[in-house]
């Protein structure tokens, strides 16, 4: 892999590997292995993946989170959900070198589809790690730093800040504020990254290098990108923190990538 996290072909490179984990989370992996494969075994998941700063090797104990992705042979149901819950639940109490766990689940139709083609199978086949069953990346496409895949990524954040303003409406507690920053600063600045991707011509999941690429674009806003990467590290509860990110720095983004790369394909 070249310094621009691309292949020896141009195409963008798996960014994580069982190899890269730390030995702190070796036994918090190991865990979560074990207890996806008792929980729904063959006959609900075709496979398993890990993915974030864990299998990148950057983690830091106690602060990072564990990020799965659970892909189902049918479409995640109730129950799915629930047990998925339990796990997260389980894992994030019995080991303290972690904060929290989330966990992505999806049918392997939808993940495997035309419209979630450099979307969700982007994702898979790059940014996901195999943990358990039959990895789908044999499935999908070699990507490249393109704005096709700029605008099916991160092309709908117009549709995500009112669902953030909602939430720190809602939010009672400063931990709720903290979770909700760390999300938001991530999606802002891997945003702000893919949005001068394809003139960049690579990939990164660093946010301290992705929000220093946006900057050398667009200067006027690096500051913030550069505070959004921080947040996205260490989360904050200040409400004037959020403000900047949801209602200066996201609305302007929103339009500039519109601008640039158009809207993402709707969903149903």
């Known amino acids: 892999m070249n310094r621009r996290g691309l292949d020896h072909d141009g195409a963008i490179a798996r960014d994580g590997s069982l190899e890269r984990v730390s030995a702190v989370f070796v036994p918090v992996v190991d865990a979560a292995r074990a207890r996806i494969a008792g929980v729904f075994g063959r006959t609900r998941l075709h496979s398993a993946y890990v993915y974030g700063s864990i299998p990148r090797g950057t983690a830091v104990p106690g602060v990072s989170d564990l990020d799965l ?80 895949l700029a605008r099916e990524t991160n092309g709908d954040l117009a549709l995500v800040l009112p669902r953030w303003r909602a939430r720190v409406a809602e939010a009672v507690t400063d931990r709720e504020r903290r979770v909700l920053s760390r999300g938001v600063a991530r999606r802002l600045v891997r945003t702000g990254f893919t949005l001068v991707m394809p003139g960049w011509g690579g990939w990164t999941s660093d946010l301290a290098e992705a929000a220093e690429i946006f900057g050398r674009s667009y200067p006027e806003r690096a500051e913030q990108m550069r505070r959004a990467a921080i947040v996205g590290r260490s989360p904050a509860a200040d409400p004037e923190v959020l403000g900047m990110l949801i209602d200066d720095l996201g609305p302007w983004l929103a339009a500039t990538y519109t601008a640039v790369h158009g809207e993402k394909a709707p969903r149903p």
Do not use: K, N
């Open 69 to 148: 992705l659970l892909a189902l042979r049918d479409e995640p149901a109730d129950r799915d959900r629930a047990d998925a819950a339990a796990i997260e639940a389980a894992l994030d109490h019995d080991f303290p070198e972690i904060d929290g766990v989330g966990t992505l689940l999806a049918g392997t139709r939808t993940l495997l589809s035309d419209l979630e083609r450099h979307d969700l199978g982007f994702f898979v086949a790059c940014l996901c790690t195999p943990l358990l069953g039959t990895d789908l990346a044999g499935q999908l496409p070699r990507y490249r730093p393109t704005s096709l």
